[in-house]
């Protein structure tokens, strides 16, 4: 079957540094995305890795490693705005996305 | 358009009727997805447009729910005979093609009394 796991829910501090991590089993494999989403809102693009490695994007990295089925995303200096859900999606053979059920995030100052 | 337009952004319905719920995707934009999102879950895919026709309806979950693309750019998801088990926000995506950064909209909450 295909599957996509992440953790339910994360706490950490103002300043910080958070890791999200991700894991997936899925028929083929054309991309892994990550989203944030706010309460009430639709989710927004924050990242796409095909190829293995660490795409950086201003305070947001995320990382990818096909043989392992593993992907994290990384959040640092957060800040209080990041509280969100952040939600992983991967493309399988018919590029159709796969979500996860997403990670919500809680910032505390 | 600036961004995907989702119409109407509310909708109460009684149980039973039908509802026609409206995206309007980003201009040339060809790939257009539909998907509904209960409270605490990840998006749920429901169908997947590339142009006008429909590449996967694998999500849709009975034949109550139907969707259109015509023209190639707007898209109506149509569901007869609401339950109130449908009751969700329905969300639509495009995207410049399949497999690129998908855009949303902010959504129909659809709720079925």
């Known amino acids: 079957g295909q599957n996509i796991d992440q953790p339910t829910e994360m706490t950490a501090t103002e300043g910080a540094i958070v890791q999200i991590n991700c894991t997936y089993q899925?028929?083929?494999?054309?991309?892994l995305f990550w989203y944030q989403q706010h309460a009430g809102e639709a989710p927004t693009f924050l990242s796409y890795n095909v190829l293995d490695g660490l795409e950086e994007k201003g305070r947001f990295s995320s990382f990818l490693s096909r043989s392992k089925g593993y992907s994290y995303l990384l959040l640092k200096e957060l800040q209080m705005k990041d509280s969100a859900s952040y939600l992983c999606a991967v493309a399988g053979n018919n590029r159709k996305l796969i979500w996860g059920l997403g990670t919500s995030l809680a910032v505390n100052p | 358009g600036a961004g995907v337009s989702q119409t109407p952004s509310n909708k109460v319905t009684e149980k039973g009727k039908y509802v026609e719920l409206r995206c309007d995707p980003i201009?040339?934009?060809?790939?257009l997805y539909w998907y509904r999102q209960s409270l605490g879950q990840g998006p749920e895919f429901l169908i997947y447009f590339q142009g006008t026709g429909a590449a996967d309806d694998s999500g849709l979950p009975n034949d109550r729910f139907f969707a259109v693309r015509p023209e190639g750019s707007v898209s109506t998801l149509k569901i007869q005979r609401t339950e109130r088990g449908d009751s969700a926000v329905y969300l639509c995506?495009?995207?410049?093609?399949?497999?690129?950064?998908?855009?949303f909209g902010q959504g129909t909450r659809l709720t079925v009394v």
């Open positions: 899925t028929s083929g494999f054309n991309g």
């Open positions: 995506a495009s995207s410049r093609q399949a497999n690129t950064e998908a855009f």
């Open positions: 201009s040339g934009h060809t790939a």
